[in-house]
């Protein structure tokens, strides 16, 4: 079971909704405020990167490569440069066309390599079908890889008394939201629902750092409700919109949602809404904590990448 350490970093949801339309406010799950969280984490990192540039002059940098017009990475890269420009951080942008060569965008990654002024290089994904983002992803210098991508990062992460340079920010953030809404993960039981190289694999990493006894359940894995039933502490993270039903939790687990999907709903302006891969209605009435979607992990990403950025100008700056 979970253990609560003060109220900052969540809350007790009321009128939680049941799957039979009701509503439930005597057992409804604390629900973990992920944007609360961010917010606080963004506030920390603006403060220490106020004092970097009063001791040497410098603040961190962060540099995006966008390639191609999606939606969605363009929505993504404004929020992040927006995060930057909040917390202080100076950003490095390219928009490269949908036709640009691997060669290109592999040339602005090693611009940005040589750069003093840019700690952390982030491509957005996905690339255009015709570039390689393995290619891509390993030019970018693993002592710059704030997305925590690279394969020495990776292949660190995984060994006992190693520490990366940087952990992948969406994991990263599970791990902070657990620790900041005093979720005791030694000695407990946890689930990764996914083995995705971005999310469910570091996060079963970072689990066992934690010394938590993992478990990971993917697409092959038989009786998955069952085996996710045994956890205290359940990550999910495999892209399916309400897969996971409340009777997949015992009573009093903690559950981190990390799925955002979108389905159909007529009511709303847009023509759909946003859940996660947990089923909320249901899992609210069974689990001790819960992130909502949208509103958990989410806002986590971005801290978690300005995190990353600080440290790295930590490191090159030599700043404690």
């Given amino acids: 079971m979970a253990t609560m350490e003060g109220s900052g970093s969540a809350s007790y949801g009321k009128d939680v909704q049941t799957s039979t339309g009701g509503s439930q406010?005597?057992?409804?799950?604390?629900?973990?405020?992920?944007?609360?969280?961010?917010?606080?984490?963004?506030e920390e990192i603006g403060a220490e990167v106020a004092k970097m540039k009063e001791a040497v002059g410098n603040v961190p940098g962060l540099a995006v490569i966008l390639v191609g017009a999606r939606k969605d990475s363009a929505t993504y890269v404004r929020m992040k440069k927006k995060a930057c420009s909040e917390a202080g951080i100076q950003s490095f942008d390219v928009t490269l066309p949908e036709d640009a060569t691997q060669d290109d965008v592999v040339a602005h990654v090693k611009h940005f390599n040589d750069n003093p002024a840019v700690h952390g290089i982030l491509v957005q994904l996905p690339l255009p079908k015709?570039?390689?983002?393995?290619?891509?992803?390993?030019?970018?210098?693993?002592?710059k890889d704030v997305d925590g991508f690279h394969p020495i990062n990776v292949g660190t992460l995984a060994m006992q008394g190693r520490k990366p340079q940087f952990v992948s920010c969406t994991p990263k953030g599970c791990?902070?939201?657990?620790?900041?809404?005093?979720?005791?993960?030694?000695?407990?039981?946890?689930v990764v629902l996914g083995r995705s190289n971005i999310v469910g694999t570091p996060a079963a990493m970072l689990l066992q750092?934690?010394?938590?006894?993992?478990?990971?359940?993917?697409?092959?894995?038989?009786?998955?409700?069952?085996?996710?039933r045994e956890a205290d502490i359940v990550i999910a993270a495999i892209g399916k919109a309400e897969l996971v039903r409340g009777d997949w939790f015992k009573p009093?687990?903690?559950?981190?949602?990390?799925?955002?999907?979108?389905?159909?709903?007529?009511s709303r302006k847009t023509g759909y809404r946003l859940v996660g891969d947990v089923h909320f209605q249901e899992a609210s009435q069974v689990a001790s904590m819960i992130t909502p979607v949208?509103?958990?992990v989410g806002p986590m990403t971005i801290a978690m990448l300005l995190s990353n950025t600080l440290e790295a100008a930590k490191r090159a700056y030599g700043v404690a």
């Avoid at 750092?209 to 996710?228: F, K, L």
């Avoid at 009093?252 to 007529?266: F, H, K, L, R, T």
Wanted: hydrophobic share 40%; proline share 3%.
């Fill in 175 to 190: 791990i902070e939201l657990l620790k900041r809404s005093g979720v005791q993960m030694s000695g407990k039981r946890a």
């Fill in 25 to 42: 406010t005597d057992r409804a799950a604390v629900i973990i405020d992920g944007k609360a969280i961010a917010d606080q984490i963004r």
């Fill in 252 to 266: 009093g687990a903690v559950v981190i949602d990390v799925g955002i999907n979108a389905v159909e709903d007529s």
């Fill in 294 to 296: 949208p509103g958990g």
């Fill in 130 to 143: 015709h570039i390689n983002e393995e290619a891509v992803l390993e030019a970018v210098s693993y002592e």
């Fill in 209 to 228: 750092r934690e010394n938590a006894t993992v478990t990971v359940v993917h697409s092959r894995t038989p009786n998955p409700a069952e085996i996710t």
